[in-house]
């Protein structure tokens, strides 16, 4: 299974279509295989460009920060997980998922750069 989430240094960037690139997580049988960055410089706001990025990285799993509807639309089309609404460093967000203890929280983020958290 292959995890990405978008990257703001070491946290997870809380702008989806901003991120500059992503960290791609390889997982097998709940243990950490591989890691490795991908560029997305050239696809920030490109959400088809960005779903078929991650899509060719064989990854089934988004965990991200804030995301905007046409993104979260494009990866869901693509039959992709996504877990939103998470922030943090993302070494202790892959640690929370290993254990189970992240949740999709529905953060959809509008386009007047406000972000809504429940």
């Known amino acids: 299974m292959k995890i990405a989430m978008p990257k703001n240094g070491e946290l997870i960037n809380q702008h989806f279509g901003k991120s500059e690139s992503f960290l791609v997580v390889t997982m097998e049988e709940g243990k950490i295989i591989d890691k490795k960055e991908i560029s997305a410089l050239k696809l920030q706001h490109n959400h088809g460009g960005l ?11 988004i ?9 979260y639309n494009a990866l869901k089309e693509n039959n992709l997980e996504v877990i939103r609404g998470v922030n943090g ?22 386009h007047n750069g406000e972000h809504h958290n429940h």
């Open 89 to 110: 460093k993302i070494e202790e967000v892959l640690l929370a998922y290993l254990k189970g203890e992240l949740e999709d929280k529905n953060v959809v983020c509008n």
């Open 63 to 71: 965990i991200t920060g804030g995301i905007g509807a046409g993104a």
């Open 51 to 61: 779903s078929n990025l991650l899509l060719d990285e064989g990854v089934s799993l």
